[in-house]
């Protein structure tokens, strides 16, 4: 089984978990799926027959602490250090789908930027390609570690009956003010050089549609939603 029909399998299974035994499985399931250097397909696997051992167990009057231990997070890196890492060429498509999306978000609010400021006063539509690549390099570095950020507030709420939910909106909140603030400073200050070409809003806007819808598809046909 491929896994993607693996992940639709395991939420569908999920469900017949009691409240307890369930949220006990998904701290395990999402803290292994967070670590996105694992073969997925490996991944999805001993996930399913955990879940398989769990609903047996489930059955006879088990709950998962009974079948999995106190310390599921240990039982998780223990399941995590037995798991192969994936193929570079799983991992490649993965970071070319955050980059290619990244794109056409920025593309889509360029020319809608551009569309409205213009009503108000003269807006040019000069691109700096060498300039405007430097700077998609720190909103891109900002994005990964965003991304990385958020993964590891994630994993530490889990395994925690009493998360401090706030202090991880606060950390959040404050790494997305600060590259805000990054990213417009950057814009402001770092020098235009190099050629140039025309770049108008209904083109900007349409590239950034045609690129979003292209990557949406093959995520739809690629990747399981989890």
Sequence with gaps: MKAKQLIEENNRKRELLT???????????????????????????????????????????KSARDIFGDDPKRYADEII???PNGKKREVVPLLLGIIFHLISWILIVRGIAILVTSQFRNIGDTVYPLSSLIIFAIILASVLFGVWLIFRVIQQSLFNQNPNEKKSRLMVGIFVALSTVIVVVASMFIPRFGPTFHFTWW???????ILWIIVYTLRRINVGVR
């Design 19 to 61: 409240p307890e035994n369930k949220q006990y499985y998904s701290d395990m399931l999402i803290y292994i799926r967070l670590n996105l250097s694992l073969s997925e397909q490996h991944s999805e696997e001993v996930l399913m027959e955990m879940l398989d051992h769990l609903l047996e167990g489930q059955q006879e009057g």
């Design 81 to 83: 250090q037995n798991l």
């Design 203 to 209: 083109a900007s806007l349409l590239a950034g549609g």
